[in-house]
Nanobody
Framework: QVQLVESGGGSVQPGGSLRLSCVASGFTFSNYAMSWYRQAPGKERELVASISSASIQTNYADSVKGRFTISRNDSKRTVYLQMNSLKPEDTAVYYC???????WGQGTQVTVSS
C-alpha cells in the first residue's frame, strides 16, 4: 500500500537549519509530483513547496523563498526539504504529500524557538 514516512523534524534555534526527508513506498515514485505542506496550531494547512516529476519544476510559498529548498532522489524514493534561516513562524507540523491522487504522510514536528 502507499506509504509516506517523514523524518528529520525537531527543535532548533532561530537561524538554524533542518533537513526533512520523506521516504515513499507502494507506488512508482518517479512518476509523481511531490509536495511539502505545514500546519501551525490554530491555522490551516498550507503549501510550502512542490517539485514535479524529474525535478523539472519547483515552486515555493513566498514565505519560504530563498530559505527552503525542495529536492528529490528518485533512486532513493525520497523527497527532501532543506530548511535554512529558520524563524519562529516556521514552527508547524510538516507533511509530505504525493500529488494526484493525493496521499499524505503522518507529519513531523518542527519547532523553532530560542
Amino acid at each position: 500500500q502507499v506509504q509516506l514516512v517523514e523524518s528529520g523534524g525537531g527543535s532548533v534555534q532561530p537561524g538554524g537549519s533542518l533537513r526533512l526527508s520523506c521516504v515513499a513506498s507502494g507506488f512508482t515514485f518517479s512518476n509523481y509530483a511531490m509536495s511539502w505542506y505545514r500546519q501551525a496550531p490554530g491555522k490551516e494547512r498550507e503549501l510550502v513547496a512542490s517539485i514535479s516529476s524529474a525535478s523539472i519544476q519547483t515552486n515555493y510559498a513566498d514565505s519560504v523563498k530563498g530559505r527552503f529548498t525542495i529536492s528529490r532522489n528518485d533512486s532513493k524514493r525520497t523527497v527532501y526539504l532543506q530548511m535554512n534561516s529558520l524563524k519562529p513562524e516556521d514552527t508547524a507540523v510538516y507533511y509530505c504529500k504525493r500529488v494526484r491522487p493525493d496521499w499524505w504522510g503522518q507529519g513531523t514536528q518542527v519547532t523553532v524557538s530560542s
